[in-house]
């Protein structure tokens, strides 16, 4: 089943803050985190093994808690090149496959 | 030098046509994918060959038949195509299986069915 991300859409003004969460009805073995602008391909952002882990990748972070079997991903001090369409993508030990999130789209403005 | 490229970039056909979608990746990685994205942007699995063994095939109709020839390859092939095949289809490729590793995509081949 697919994970489910909130919100559907962000709009910030620059240098604002947001959180991107997903959450999933099944047991998770890691999660991925991907944007997509318009018209291109997803770029993979990051990925978590572990419950309870963070990353972080310049001004983007993000947590995974396993036992709620969901993710949050932080973007702080957003950036105009941060505007796009962002994808959890999570993965079960069983199937070994990567299902991607409903999606959120975040709108930067000057 | 284009780690994931697919080909043709846009598809544009008719109703019944049969169409193919080459990908190749030069990363050395393992294990290929193909996606489809709809028109409401939702990224749903298709296909994933590991070292050009099938090793996924979602509810996909048989009309859609992938093919690797070797473990850089990844080709679709679409027999019949009906209206409701338009979408963009992504190729994507990872390390490998057994420990999770963030995919690389391709840039896309948007189909349109007419």
């Excluded at chain 1, 808690?65 to 959890?88: M, P, R, V, W």
């Excluded at chain 2, 030098?1 to 697919?6: I, N, Y």
Aim: aromatic residues 10%.
């Amino acid at each position: 089943q697919q994970p489910v991300q909130s919100p559907q859409a962000v709009i910030l003004r620059e240098g604002e803050d947001a959180v991107i969460n997903c959450s999933s009805s099944k047991a998770l073995y890691s999660v991925h985190w991907y944007r997509q602008k318009h018209g291109e391909a997803p770029v993979f952002l990051m990925i978590l093994l572990k419950g309870g882990e963070q990353k972080g990748h310049e001004k983007i972070s993000a947590s995974f808690n396993e036992k709620k079997q969901q993710s949050s991903l932080y973007l702080t001090a957003s950036q105009l090149s941060y505007s796009g369409t962002y994808f959890c993508g999570t993965e079960d030990l069983r199937t070994d496959k990567l299902i991607f999130g409903t999606g959120t789209r975040l709108q930067v403005f000057p | 030098d284009t780690a994931v490229s697919q080909t043709p970039k846009y598809l544009v056909t008719q109703m019944g046509n049969d169409k193919s979608i080459k990908c190749e990746q030069n990363l050395g990685h393992d294990t290929m994918y193909w996606y489809k994205q709809d028109s409401k942007k939702f990224l749903k699995i298709m296909f994933s060959y590991n070292n050009k063994e099938l090793i996924i095939n979602e509810t996909v109709p048989n009309r859609f038949s992938p093919k690797s020839p070797d473990k850089a390859h990844l080709n679709l092939h679409i027999n019949s195509l009906e209206l409701g095949d338009s979408a963009v289809y992504f190729c994507a490729s990872s390390l490998g299986t057994g420990r999770p590793h963030g995919y690389t995509f391709g840039s896309g081949t948007r189909l349109t069915v007419v």
